[in-house]
């Protein structure tokens, strides 16, 4: 089984190391223009700062057994899921090539909104064309759109009996204490996709704030096949005080080329989360069908 913790700290210090080292020899050659050297293709995220809205506090003793943490995020888990669908957001994808110096050599940007039809289905409706200046990777709108339908939410209660969950640690995640937990399915299956890796609970509320991972089934790792997305770092937000929803994911990937390998991100990101208005009922029935003449008889 993949230690997810270990990989996901060994890149994030190796990544650290290798910017301490290229920031030196920037600012012995460049003193001016340091500052405006971006790292390369395998930055950590953004800072990402969690924003809570104080409401009832949970009575989570540092002490509380980890089967009781587990069924608790569970639970929120699963009304997280429900309540999801009942709210819009605008989705922005965005897909970067790298060149050899780490800087963007190309990026494919599709932006989508959350509507939801008359009869209350849910759907995304895209802003504009999608714009693109990608050089290299080539792939659908849909593959790219096929990333984001990953479920969000792996550790349901009725899920749970899927995986073995197993506390590691604590560790602080913008600014809030965190229990991380390892999650491996205990049989993967054909049909449905199951959840590999590592989530962040916070420590007082008991809510998932970050997830790493994957998702398999008995075949392997899940992706299109045009993109080489598999490992995505997700992070949430807090929206109106209760619910905990993904608002920015990253995964870091590999573009198999016939001279060279070349590194590409994906990055989707979720705002402006807001709840949809009640379903509008049409209270008028339908006007009834006009009578249809009995065919005629021939004597």
Known sequence: MPDFLAIHRLASFSFRLFVHS??????????????????????????????????????????????????????????????????????????????PDGQTSGEYIAIYDAVRSGDGKLYEKAISAPQTSLQYLSFEPEDAQALTRIPAFPLTVDQLSKYNVKYLN??????????????????????????????????????????????????GEVHPPSLPFTMFETYRENVEG??????????????????RDLPVRVTIKWTNFKPFGPVQVNSTPPPSPSPTAPPSSKP
């Open 242 to 259: 209760k619910y905990w929803f993904p608002d920015y994911s990253r995964s870091d990937g590999i573009y198999k080329m016939k001279d």
């Open 22 to 99: 290229v920031t030196l020899l920037f600012l012995c050659a460049f003193p001016l223009r340091a500052q405006e050297n971006a790292p390369g293709p395998l930055a950590p995220p953004p800072e990402h700062r969690i924003t809570r809205i104080e409401g009832v506090e949970a009575a989570a003793p540092p002490s509380l057994p980890p089967e009781q943490i587990i069924q608790a995020f569970a639970k929120k888990e699963e009304l997280y899921f429900s309540s999801r669908p009942h709210f819009a957001y605008r989705k922005t994808i965005r897909i970067q090539e790298f060149g």
């Open 170 to 219: 604590t560790e602080r995640v913008d600014e809030v204490d965190c229990y991380i937990f390892q999650v491996a399915p205990k049989t993967l299956e054909r049909q449905h996709a199951l959840f590999d890796g590592v989530v962040w609970v916070d420590q007082k509320y008991l809510e998932v704030v970050k997830t790493y991972g994957r998702w398999i089934t008995d075949l």
